[in-house]
């Protein structure tokens, strides 16, 4: 007998797998036993959230029985402010990760336009493409897993209208360098979205001399839109709020689809609060910037390659299959991300920890693969 659903549901929605977040720290110390572990698997800024936004994040809670202001008017003047741009270049999500469900809903039509991006890339622009019946493209990528430039450049088509380029990238923290971020610009099809989702921009830049910066580049191409986020270096992943700077005629489509209210208040005191706290980001780089050489130095001395990383992880290649190394590694309290849906079942990223804690991730990790 033939499912009802069948009916009701669309094949695209039907072949959908609902992304699997990871499970809180007291729920997986419940379930096996253990204290005291340590997330490093959702790249959180290990020095939690400015202390100026959690007093403003206080405050807020005190009217949260009144709608959010609809338009974010007190962040997007400052953050306007800020990025030199105007009032209407500005677009607010629940998240960034929720902007990208909107371009693609706003801008590609199901069976007529296509999504490309390269292999291993955000695992959300898949999944917001198949979600809205619009055909996914994947470009190879180098051997350590860059993104090729060339084969990004021949997986261009009349078809394509949005193009996702995270730089840097989530899961391999690889950039593309701006002689390469130019070649992109140069080659897109006039017609398609440049997408450059920069969510850990903050910590690029003081890693990377030849990181680009992808505002620089608006004056050259309209259809250019940058992704950014308050989750990482700002510390506000609980809060959900992320932001877009485009031109004009693409923010006021993306206006059309944004669900009304979607940056709640809280979220919008605590983000105009981080914004100015320029030394809690000042002390995140450096924080970020230490832990990310002491997690690469450690996981290379047990013999695993660590790939380079201008983000607040580092991507492991492991050697074997990931799955049981992660699952002894959760048995002592350490908790990364394995990355076989990514298409990396050898993987795992980890995420930049806290003081004194790399020491413990790599003696874990010693214990896990000496076993």
Request: proline residues 7%; aromatic residues 8%.
């Given at each position: 007998m033939a499912d009802p659903f069948d009916d009701l549901v669309p094949p695209y929605i039907q072949s959908l797998r609902p992304y699997q977040p990871g499970k809180p720290v007291d729920e997986l110390e419940?379930?096996?036993?253990?204290?005291?572990?340590?997330?490093?698997?959702?790249?959180?800024?290990?020095?939690?959230?400015?202390?100026?936004?959690?007093?403003?994040?206080?405050?807020?809670?005190?009217?949260?029985?009144l709608y959010p202001d609809g338009g974010a008017w007190k962040l997007r003047r400052a953050l306007a402010e800020r990025l030199g741009v105007g009032h209407d270049e500005i677009v607010f999500g629940a998240g960034s990760n929720e902007i990208i469900g909107m371009i693609v809903k706003a801008f590609c039509r199901p069976g007529a336009d296509e999504v490309l991006a390269h292999r291993y890339a955000f695992l959300s622009y898949r999944l917001f493409s198949q979600m809205h019946g619009v055909d996914f493209v994947e470009a190879d990528v180098h051997d350590d897993l860059r993104c090729d430039v060339d084969a990004l450049i021949d997986r261009m088509s009349a078809r394509t209208r949005v193009i996702f380029l995270a730089n840097p990238n989530n899961p391999t923290g690889a950039y593309v360098p701006r002689p390469e971020f130019e070649r992109i610009l140069e080659a897109a099809p006039p017609r398609a979205l440049v997408v450059v989702d920069e969510a850990y921009h903050e910590y690029a830049v003081a890693l990377a001399d030849d990181y680009p910066r992808s505002q620089d580049?608006?004056?050259?191409?309209?259809?250019?839109?940058?992704?950014?986020?308050?989750?990482?270096?700002?510390?506000?992943?609980?809060?959900?709020?992320?932001?877009?700077?485009?031109?004009?005629?693409?923010?006021?489509y993306l206006e059309r689809v944004r669900r009304p209210f979607n940056a709640a208040s809280v979220a919008q005191a605590a983000a105009l609060a981080a914004l100015d706290d320029d030394a809690h980001v000042d002390r995140s780089r450096a924080h970020n910037a230490a832990a990310i050489d002491g997690l690469r130095a450690a996981v290379e001395e047990l013999g695993l390659r660590a790939y380079p990383s201008v983000a607040n992880f580092v991507l492991a290649g492991v050697g074997r299959d990931a799955a049981p190394v992660y699952d002894a590694l959760l048995r002592r309290g350490v908790i990364v991300r394995p990355m076989a849906a990514w298409g990396l079942p050898h993987h795992l990223r980890i995420s930049a920890a806290g003081a004194g804690d790399t020491a413990r991730v790599a003696a874990a990790l010693r214990d896990v693969l000496a076993a």
């Amino acid at each position: 007998m033939a499912d009802p659903f069948d009916d009701l549901v669309p094949p695209y929605i039907q072949s959908l797998r609902p992304y699997q977040p990871g499970k809180p720290v007291d729920e997986l110390e419940r379930e096996l036993g253990i204290d005291g572990a340590i997330k490093i698997a959702s790249n959180e800024n290990p020095l939690g959230p400015s202390p100026k936004a959690v007093d403003a994040a206080r405050a807020a809670v005190a009217d949260c029985h009144l709608y959010p202001d609809g338009g974010a008017w007190k962040l997007r003047r400052a953050l306007a402010e800020r990025l030199g741009v105007g009032h209407d270049e500005i677009v607010f999500g629940a998240g960034s990760n929720e902007i990208i469900g909107m371009i693609v809903k706003a801008f590609c039509r199901p069976g007529a336009d296509e999504v490309l991006a390269h292999r291993y890339a955000f695992l959300s622009y898949r999944l917001f493409s198949q979600m809205h019946g619009v055909d996914f493209v994947e470009a190879d990528v180098h051997d350590d897993l860059r993104c090729d430039v060339d084969a990004l450049i021949d997986r261009m088509s009349a078809r394509t209208r949005v193009i996702f380029l995270a730089n840097p990238n989530n899961p391999t923290g690889a950039y593309v360098p701006r002689p390469e971020f130019e070649r992109i610009l140069e080659a897109a099809p006039p017609r398609a979205l440049v997408v450059v989702d920069e969510a850990y921009h903050e910590y690029a830049v003081a890693l990377a001399d030849d990181y680009p910066r992808s505002q620089d580049y608006r004056a050259d191409r309209p259809l250019l839109v940058t992704l950014r986020t308050f989750s990482k270096i700002y510390g506000l992943a609980g809060l959900r709020i992320g932001y877009a700077v485009c031109a004009p005629r693409v923010a006021n489509y993306l206006e059309r689809v944004r669900r009304p209210f979607n940056a709640a208040s809280v979220a919008q005191a605590a983000a105009l609060a981080a914004l100015d706290d320029d030394a809690h980001v000042d002390r995140s780089r450096a924080h970020n910037a230490a832990a990310i050489d002491g997690l690469r130095a450690a996981v290379e001395e047990l013999g695993l390659r660590a790939y380079p990383s201008v983000a607040n992880f580092v991507l492991a290649g492991v050697g074997r299959d990931a799955a049981p190394v992660y699952d002894a590694l959760l048995r002592r309290g350490v908790i990364v991300r394995p990355m076989a849906a990514w298409g990396l079942p050898h993987h795992l990223r980890i995420s930049a920890a806290g003081a004194g804690d790399t020491a413990r991730v790599a003696a874990a990790l010693r214990d896990v693969l000496a076993a």
